[in-house]
């Protein structure tokens, strides 16, 4: 007689067993973890990337027509040098560059302001008016806060 053998639960077509669990599981861990597998996939490109380009062979260098070395050149003789110059001078003349280039701002600045003072005049009045205005010693911008200069003077 034919025993009968006992069959499990789990082991019928119906059974689903705990895969669904599993994959709600991994299902949650993706939409939960996403920008952790997103790095891991770029970090896992980038290093293939780099494999291939150093495994690559090198390019072969460009050949080309060399180029002619230049004809040597001639110096001009140069005259020794004179004696080294002083600092104080350069400092003098860097000072005085400095005070020609204020004086000819405050003189533009004047001319403006004359300009502006007297609009119906024309421009070869204005410029007598400019002239003599310098010629006296005036300039708004110059002599005013300037404390060599004596402010006698209505300016």
């Known amino acids: ?3 009968k053998r006992r069959r499990s639960r789990s082991a019928g077509a119906g059974a689903l067993g705990c895969g669904p669990l599993f994959a709600l599981i991994v299902l949650v861990l993706l939409i939960q973890y996403w920008w952790v597998i997103l790095i891991a996939l770029g970090v896992v490109a980038l290093t293939v990337v780099l494999v291939r380009v150093a495994a690559a062979p090198p390019r072969p260098p460009k050949v080309g027509a060399p180029k002619p070395a230049p004809p040597p050149q001639r110096r001009p003789v140069m005259q020794p040098a004179g004696p080294a110059a002083v600092v104080d001078d350069f400092a003098d003349k860097m ?6 280039r204020r004086i000819r701002d405050m003189q533009e600045w004047d001319s403006e302001w004359i300009r502006l003072a007297n609009p119906g ?14 010629a006296r010693g005036r300039s708004i911008g110059v002599n005013y806060g300037d404390p060599s200069v004596p402010r006698s003077r209505a300016a």
């Open 121 to 134: 005049k024309s421009n070869r009045e204005l410029n007598e008016i400019a002239n003599g205005h310098f």
């Open 1 to 3: 007689m034919a025993s």
């Open 95 to 100: 000072r005085a560059a400095k005070h020609v």
